[in-house]
C-alpha cells in the first residue's frame, strides 16, 4: 500500500510538470479542486444572495485534469447592466472584474429565443476525440441550474471539418444553437477585452 500510495503520488508529480495539468489524487474528496473553483462559487452565490436572478459561468478547461490557462467567466445581468468577472488559472490566479458590458445581454437574449434548456439532443460531431479543451457551462435558472459540456472539436475548431467532404456543406452541429451560444459568448468576451 505504502508503495502504491508513492507511486501515485510520482507519477501525479511527473505528469504536472510534464504537462501542466493538475489532476485529482485518489480519495481527494474536497469540494474545490482549484482556488479558482472556490472564486467562481462564492462569487455565484454572493450574486445569488444578492438578488440577481440572471448568472452564466462559462468554465474554459481541459477536461481531464486542469491547465494553467484555464478560465473562469462568469456574467450576469442586474437591473439590465452586464457584468463579468473572469479568474484566470487554478491556484495561481487573476482576476479581472468589469461592468456595463456591451453585449451580455445578447447572450442571455440568445439563450431563452433558442430554448436552449430545452435541447437533449447529443451533439454529433465528425469526430469523436477522447480529451480536448472546451467550456463546462452553468446557467443559474430561478429552481434549477441547467449544465451543458460543449468542447473545442464540437465546435469545429482544432481539426479541419470539411477535410473529407465533397458537398462543402456545413455540419449541421456547427449551427446547433449550444454552439452557436457559445460562439457568441466568446466573440462578446473578445468585444470587452
Known amino acids: 500500500m505504502k508503495k502504491f500510495i508513492i507511486t501515485n ?13 493538475k489532476q485529482r489524487l485518489v480519495g481527494d474528496n474536497s469540494r474545490f479542486f482549484c482556488v479558482a ?15 440577481v436572478t440572471q ?37 495561481n ?3 479581472k472584474d468589469s461592468s456595463n458590458l456591451t453585449g ?15 435541447i437533449t439532443r447529443q451533439l454529433e460531431p465528425e469526430i469523436w476525440m ?26 469545429g475548431i482544432g481539426y479541419k471539418t470539411d477535410g473529407q467532404r465533397t458537398d ?3 455540419p449541421s452541429y456547427l449551427t446547433d444553437p449550444r454552439v452557436l451560444w457559445v460562439n457568441l459568448f466568446e466573440s462578446v468576451i473578445k468585444q470587452n477585452e
Open 104 to 118: 451580455i445581454q445578447k447572450i442571455f437574449d440568445f439563450f431563452h429565443a433558442n430554448r436552449i434548456d430545452t
Open 55 to 91: 448568472i452564466m459561468t462559462f468554465h474554459y478547461d481541459y477536461d481531464n485534469g486542469r491547465v494553467p490557462k484555464a478560465v473562469h467567466y462568469i456574467i450576469w445581468l442586474d437591473n439590465g447592466v452586464g457584468f463579468l468577472k473572469s479568474i484566470n488559472g487554478c491556484d
Open 9 to 21: 503520488f510520482l507519477l501525479t508529480i511527473l505528469t504536472l510538470s510534464a504537462f501542466g495539468q
Open 168 to 170: 462543402k456543406k456545413k
Open 130 to 155: 477522447s480529451h480536448d479543451m472546451g467550456y463546462y457551462i452553468t446557467v443559474y435558472l430561478p429552481g434549477e441550474n441547467r449544465h451543458y459540456n460543449i468542447r473545442n472539436y464540437e465546435r
Open 37 to 51: 473553483d472556490s472564486i467562481s462559487y462564492f462569487t455565484v452565490k454572493n450574486l445569488a444572495d444578492s438578488g
Open 93 to 95: 490566479t487573476s482576476i
